[in-house]
């Protein structure tokens, strides 16, 4: 190796957790934009929606475990730093995982008279953590900074990934159910499709208006070429959307998953304009991923075992969704 | 003390000390119930295939639903842990992140996902896939829970006894990964905490479902899951305190100091008693009102009449708190008795002689929650035993807690503190509510089991039309 000190183990361990919160995103994502989006009006839609979310929701949620353990296990003076950074918002955001994750089990099992209750407390549950989550984005990308800037910057990024979840989540339900459900999940994912939309674009200006370096990293030549193909791509996919989820219900139901896709290619696309962003710092400017790694005899330790590992998982976690493939039915036990 | 009480170093480390107990003491609550109630469903799940007796599939309906609002409850709490670390405990991953850090990523690996995958199949795909497939799917769920014990008990042993590393610039780098993980306590703390896990499940049950006789459930089935459970805890309850004793055992050889505050010895002393009831005094270095059994501990703990056993004084400036771990020693050794005694009643006349006199039923009812009291007061022992280090002889806890403001921990903790109390309250009495609704439901239709109706209505004779209701919605 012609530098020693930029060993390739920090970086596996970076595409790791860059993948376990992008895995994380995807699949909690929808969880907590169908929380978000539970209607107040309709309790047998209520119902529905989260009984479509009840066999994945936990193993969903993992992946965030998953996520901030590869930061603690790879690089510890990071996790301390970014942790410590977003201590407040951290808290809130736990606080609205634990509502909406007791919610699931109470909304069921405690007097029907508190059913409202706990379904109300999944909402706000699922609100707060979207918000929350949106925010430590934000505060994340500008590397913990105090301005005015920075901070509207993370406010504008709690709204955008708010409406990204939403739309990640009412895709989910267009795919997932059908009849009266599937029609107003439509409407949803419209409007969230239009609001991320801008979302995006506001968060790609300010962002490139934030920081010269990053201003020179997608609009220097030849970079340039890179960013055209992908924001044509972004384009399409939203056109696509709003398309298709104009004429819901289709006919046969045809396509129902092209929705829940192209969503998923669009926080693809978005998440490796973070990384390519970031790139070589973990936290923005102050620390590299070689700086932060742990040693090496711990690296390759833990990297034998999730080499292992991962791949088992990936394969039950498809038979789970396999099982409980198709539209929802109502969780029997 | 003035100076002390207004640094906000100080106040930041009791405020992360608070919070960190808070969290992870409401934690250990219910992963405590799941590890061995998981095996007991299993155990009912099997008993139904092989004597096709429908209560077993009765208790195991019950069960599986209380199996799975603790589970959530675990998730939940288990999720804020992962972040505890680096919010509240920066200087502990950067000395020990080498250690503590791939111990808790091979936990995530092939615990966490394996019981999260595999809950819902064994939950909802009882219609959906094999019975032979649901059985395996309730068996690694099984696997789940118990090998995340094993890897956070193989942290936490190596947190209070570590070997297999070196330091280097303050550092911990391992040398042998078997000797992390294979730590001379993990044997004893593994077994003890496995042990605790099964009497506080096998309590649970045993509480909840005298509950149910008590309240004149007719049903076989909870007879059936009240003697199971009694069985267990007698089997359990001896086993325990034969492993109490190898463990005590095991902390006199690597935590003498801990050891020294259990039994409240101030000074080294030849023959030492064993303390029934005293209060320690950190002041004079002396204990009050002593009720002592003369030369008990060192026969306990050395097996001679004259044994030496080292006292708080040998171990100045490492030394443990000496009161808290005093006192919840006693409650864990205490409650350990009324299990042994409850266990041992109920064998005679609900197993032998089919009997449920009233006064066994309250007790046992009593006893629902004892094996959390025990647990927590177990756990408490040995990690302010484990004091003032957070990691035995490497790291210090003040060296480890964050400093931010102290304002902020104050908040979270209040936050957390609120959420806690709503949620416990919630979990105990969506229990009896549960129970209630057993009760009174049909004993021969098992499908009603699923339902959620106010108890008041299901007495009504409506369960048809409410059990429609809920199939359209």
């Not at chain 2, 209060?279 to 270095?285: K, M, N, W």
Request: hydrophobic residues 50%; charged residues 15%.
């Amino acid at each position: 190796m012609i530098f020693p000190e930029y060993d390739w183990l920090p970086l596996a361990f970076v595409s790791l957790m860059g993948l376990a919160f992008l895995i994380y995103a995807i699949l909690d994502g929808y969880d907590l934009g169908v929380g978000v989006l539970l209607p107040r009006d309709n309790q047998a839609q209520r119902d529905s929606m989260i009984y479509s979310i009840g066999p994945f929701w936990d193993a969903n949620e993992t992946w965030l475990v998953m996520a901030i353990g590869l930061l603690l296990i790879a690089f510890p003076s990071a996790h301390s730093y970014i942790l410590q950074g977003l201590y407040l918002p951290t808290a809130i955001m736990l606080a609205g995982l634990i509502l909406r994750g007791v919610a699931f089990d109470f909304r069921t099992k405690a007097p029907s008279r508190f059913k409202q209750k706990w379904d109300l407390a999944f909402k706000l549950g699922s609100l707060l953590a979207t918000l929350t989550q949106g925010y430590m984005l934000g505060r994340y990308v500008t590397g913990f900074e105090d301005t005015q800037a920075a901070l509207a910057f993370a406010v504008l990024s709690a709204i955008c990934v708010t409406a990204g979840y939403c739309f990640i989540g009412s895709a989910w339900l267009v795919m997932k159910t059908e009849g009266e459900l599937q029609v107003r999940a439509a409407r949803w994912a419209r409007y969230s499709n239009v609001l991320m939309a801008l979302g995006i674009v506001a968060v790609s200006i300010s962002n490139l208006l934030l920081s010269d370096i990053i201003m020179d990293k997608w609009l220097g030549f030849p970079q340039v070429f890179v960013l055209l193909p992908t924001g044509l791509l972004l384009a399409f996919l939203f056109l696509l959307n709003h398309m298709y989820l104009k004429r819901v219900p289709l006919e046969n139901d045809l396509g129902c998953w092209v929705p829940f896709a192209s969503a998923s290619i669009i926080f693809v696309l978005c998440f490796c304009g973070l990384a390519y962003n970031f790139f070589p710092y973990i936290v923005w400017q102050k620390i590299t991923i070689w700086d932060a790694a742990s040693s090496r005899e711990s690296l390759w330790f833990i990297f034998v075992g999730a080499a292992v590992v991962l791949p088992v998982i990936l394969a039950y976690t498809a038979f789970t969704y396999r099982v409980f493939r198709g539209k929802t039915r109502k969780l029997n036990y | 003390m003035l100076e002390l009480a207004t640094d906000p170093g100080v106040s930041s480390l009791m405020l992360s000390r608070i919070q960190f107990a808070a969290n992870i003491s409401f934690h250990i609550l219910f992963p405590t119930i799941n590890i061995a109630l998981c095996w007991m469903l299993l155990f009912f799940k099997v008993r139904y295939a092989t004597t096709g007796d429908d209560n077993w599939l009765r208790v195991y309906r019950f069960w599986v639903r209380i199996f799975a609002l603790t589970f959530a409850l675990g998730v939940v709490t288990g999720v804020t842990m992962s972040f505890q670390f680096g919010t509240n405990w920066p200087g502990f991953m950067e000395t020990v992140g080498n250690i503590a850090g791939p111990l808790l990523g091979y936990e995530v690996l092939t615990a966490f996902f394996l019981e999260a995958t595999f809950l819902p199949i064994m939950l909802f795909g009882i219609e959906r896939v094999s019975d032979r497939m649901h059985t395996i799917a309730t068996a690694l769920v099984t696997l789940g829970t118990s090998t995340s014990a094993f890897w956070i008990l193989s942290l936490d042993s190596w947190m209070q006894t570590p070997t297999g590393f070196e330091m280097r610039d303050g550092v911990a780098y391992v040398t042998d990964w078997w000797e992390v993980i294979f730590n001379p306590s993990l044997p004893y703390r593994l077994t003890h905490m496995l042990l605790a896990s099964g009497l506080t499940a096998a309590f649970f049950v045993a509480g909840i479902s005298a509950y149910r006789v008590y309240k004149g459930d007719p049903k076989h089935s909870a007879k059936l899951a009240l003697k199971f459970a009694i069985i267990t805890a007698a089997i359990l309850a001896p086993l325990q305190i034969l492993v109490g004793d190898f463990h005590g055992l095991n902390t006199l050889k690597y935590q003498p100091a801990k050891v020294a505050a259990m039994e409240g010895i101030w000074h080294t002393e030849k023959g030492a008693p064993l303390l029934l009831f005293a209060i320690p005094d950190a002041e004079t270095q002396s204990n009050k009102y002593e009720i002592a059994i003369p030369n008990l501990a060192s026969i306990i703990l050395t097996h001679e009449v004259d044994g030496e056993l080292q006292g708080i004084s040998d171990f100045p400036d490492a030394a443990p708190p000496v009161a808290p771990i005093f006192f919840s020693f006693r409650i864990m050794v205490g409650t350990g008795v009324l299990m042994l005694l409850t266990a041992g009643f109920g064998c005679w006349y609900f197993v032998r002689k089919n009997q449920y006199p009233p006064w066994l039923l309250k007790a046992t009812i009593a006893m629902t929650f004892s094996g959390w009291v025990a647990t927590l007061a177990g756990w408490y022992v040995t990690e302010i035993g484990r004091q003032p280090f957070l990691v035995s002889g490497v790291l210090r806890t003040a060296d480890a807690a964050t400093q931010l403001p102290s304002g902020n921990i104050a908040l979270s903790l209040a936050m957390y503190l609120s959420i806690y109390l709503l949620l416990l309250i919630a979990y105990i009495s969506t229990l009896f509510v549960m129970a209630h609704r057993a009760i009174r439901l049909e004993a021969n239709n098992l499908h009603v089991s699923d339902m959620q109706t106010d108890p008041a209505n299901i007495q009504g004779g409506i369960s048809e039309k409410s059990f429609n209701l809920e199939k359209q919605a």
